[in-house]
């Protein structure tokens, strides 16, 4: 199984940009898709995640301006980020929890960090 994450770059503030994660390999179920940040020295932080039945939960810091959304078809989870603060600069990580196989037991993987720097 392997999560590729996209969509990372240099944005100024108040801007925009687009992150998404795809999953491929063995899968034969996802339950929850998400993001994580971590910020240089700290641990990795939960900023969104989306269940299967597209219930979303977001950290307070970004509520109101990053909005998570999954294409269950494509194994897709994506994060949109608005209004973009330099306080939000981090490598983002995106994770899914899935079942190679009917029975499986839940597997928590990760997709490599994609850099997002928010700098005037």
């Known amino acids: 199984v392997q999560l590729q994450a996209s969509g990372g770059g240099l944005v100024q503030p108040g801007g925009s940009l687009r992150l998404s994660c795809a999953a491929s390999?063995?899968?034969?179920?996802?339950?929850?898709m998400g993001w994580y940040r971590q910020f240089p020295g700290k641990q990795r932080e939960l900023v969104a995640v989306v269940t299967s039945g597209g219930s979303t939960n977001y950290a307070d810091s970004v509520k109101g301006r990053f909005t998570i959304a999954r294409d269950n078809a494509k194994n897709t989870v994506y994060l949109q980020m608005n209004s973009l603060k330099p306080e939000d600069t981090a490598v983002y990580y995106c994770q899914a929890t899935l079942r190679i196989r009917a029975g499986a037991t839940l597997y928590f993987y990760w997709g490599q960090g994609t850099q997002v720097t928010v700098s005037s």
């Open positions: 390999g063995s899968i034969f179920s996802i339950n929850d």
